[in-house]
């Protein structure tokens, strides 16, 4: 790899309500493949995180898989018997992890950076370990917020208040970059300094 940059990607095992979000997914795995930019993501078959994979997978990329060993999936899934596992994704390598906790862990230490897409609970909780860590001074990592459709308008209107209420500094979110479209993510991608 030519640039030896390593991304995290969270997002959803569901496709969501609109084909953007699928869309938008499928267009950064391809982007981050051709600008030699290798993933590392939950490594499920199912919703927006099959879609990158395959994005990454038709450009020739490099993606990993971290899967926690017998995990089900969301409550619906495992009740309608869908296998959400890394089988049916072509991944580069799958990485067998004991829980979630491992899978978090796992990712951050693999990666430069980290980009988060529209989610759930466990997108955010992804992404918020990995800026807890700036807070902590544990890492200095920069995160990317794929901001498909204003998705995340909230949030960020969340951390604002924050901010100005006094629980965070505003240097907090120094390492945060948002951009509403996989091209212009990756442009900024990969002209940072990681």
Not at 18 to 43: C, M, S, T
Not at 59 to 66: C, D, L, N, P, S
Request: charge should be negative.
């Amino acid at each position: 790899m030519s640039n030896n940059k390593t991304v995290a990607v969270y997002l959803g095992s569901r496709k969501g309500k609109g084909p953007e979000f699928v869309n938008n997914a499928y267009r950064l795995g391809q982007l981050l493949a051709q600008n030699d930019i290798q993933i590392v993501y939950g490594g499920a078959s199912v919703g927006t995180m099959k879609a990158l994979a395959d994005g990454c997978a038709a450009a020739g990329g490099h993606i990993t898989g971290v899967f926690p060993t017998g995990f089900k999936g969301k409550r619906d899934n495992a009740a309608a018997g869908i296998h959400v596992g890394p089988e049916g994704v072509a991944l580069s390598e799958t990485i067998f992890v004991n829980d979630i906790a491992e899978r978090i862990a796992t990712m951050e230490r693999l990666s430069d950076a980290m980009i988060f897409l529209p989610g759930s609970f466990g997108t955010m909780t992804e992404a918020f370990s990995w800026m807890e860590g700036w807070q902590l001074g544990y890492h200095f990592k920069p995160a990317f917020i794929l901001n498909t459709d204003g998705y995340y308008d909230g949030l960020l209107t969340q951390m604002r208040t924050m901010i100005a209420s006094g629980f965070m500094d505003g240097d907090d979110t120094n390492l945060l970059h948002v951009a509403d479209t996989p091209d212009s993510l990756v442009n900024t991608l990969t002209h940072i300094s990681m």
